[in-house]
């Protein structure tokens, strides 16, 4: 469920004061653990670093990203990919057989008068 309008987006008081003491243009990354903040236009042009709960990832924040929350940007798991071995060996086996389909055609295909 979405937030009410009446109360408006949620930002860390802390990180709205730092974004504060920074000067627009400046290079300075902020730490932050408030994955649940949304962005708002005066963080446009910095870096803010959003922990992952592993580290903190710097994001660079683009008018883009104005309204999502901090958090969607840093992603919490990693994926590894499904199969193994067998799955690799398949997707060889099916880009060697896409290879060799174009050549197989070519030669099949019937001269122009």
């Known amino acids: 469920m979405s937030r009410s309008l ?4 949620f930002v860390d008081a802390k ?3 730092k ?3 920074l000067k627009p243009g400046d290079k300075t990354v902020i730490k932050t653990w408030s994955r649940d903040s949304v962005i708002t236009p005066e963080m446009v042009g910095f870096t803010i670093a959003v922990h992952n709960g592993r580290k903190h990832l710097p994001i660079f924040i683009i008018e883009d990203m104005v ?3 901090l958090g969607e940007f840093a992603p919490t798991r990693k994926f590894t990919g499904h199969g193994g071995k ?3 060996e398949q997707a060889a086996a099916a880009a060697a057989a896409a290879a060799a389909a174009p050549a ?4 099949t295909a019937p001269a122009k008068k």
């Open 6 to 9: 009446k109360k408006g987006p």
């Open 15 to 17: 990180l709205l004061k």
């Open 19 to 21: 974004l504060a003491a």
């Open 67 to 69: 309204g999502h929350h």
């Open 86 to 88: 067998m799955a690799r």
């Open 104 to 107: 197989v055609a070519l030669a």
